[in-house]
Nanobody
Framework: QVHLVESGGGLVQAGGSLTLSCAASGRLFGITDMGWYRQAPGKEREMVASISSTYTTTYAESVRGRFTISRNNAASTVSLQMSSLKPEDTAVYYC?????????????????WGQGTLVTVSS
């Protein structure tokens, strides 16, 4: 089991910056992708940014160039630096960690989620 705790959300004015952090604990073997998702009121959850075990990053088009994802494997953390924030970035942000277990020919993946942290960007 993997337990995730997010921090760093809050209220910020448009154009401002925030950094979200997520700390993982528990049985952390086989961790591959780590990422951030968000869900705005009335909308579906969407991927914001992800980073693989080889540090390959992927960003949603709406945040590319403004957000930066990073991970620290030694500390089992993943962070999201957000700048030039816009009101449309307002959402609950969730940390996600993927764990892969089993032999190569029968890998089973499980995604773990944090409880979410609210980011509110005022205009």
């Amino acid at each position: 089991q993997v337990h995730l705790v997010e921090s760093g959300g809050g209220l910020v004015q448009a154009g401002g910056s925030l950094t979200l952090s997520c700390a993982a604990s528990g049985r952390l073997f086989g961790i591959t992708d780590m990422g951030w998702y968000r869900q705005a009121p009335g909308k579906e959850r969407e991927m914001v940014a992800s980073i693989s075990s080889t540090y390959t990053t992927t960003y949603a088009e709406s945040v590319r160039g403004r957000f930066t994802i990073s991970r620290n494997n030694a500390a089992s953390t993943v962070s999201l630096q957000m700048s030039s924030l816009k009101p449309e970035d307002t959402a609950v942000y969730y940390c996600m960690v993927r764990q892969e277990r089993g032999p190569v020919e029968r890998v089973v993946a499980a995604d773990y989620w944090g409880q979410g942290t609210l980011v509110t960007v005022s205009s």
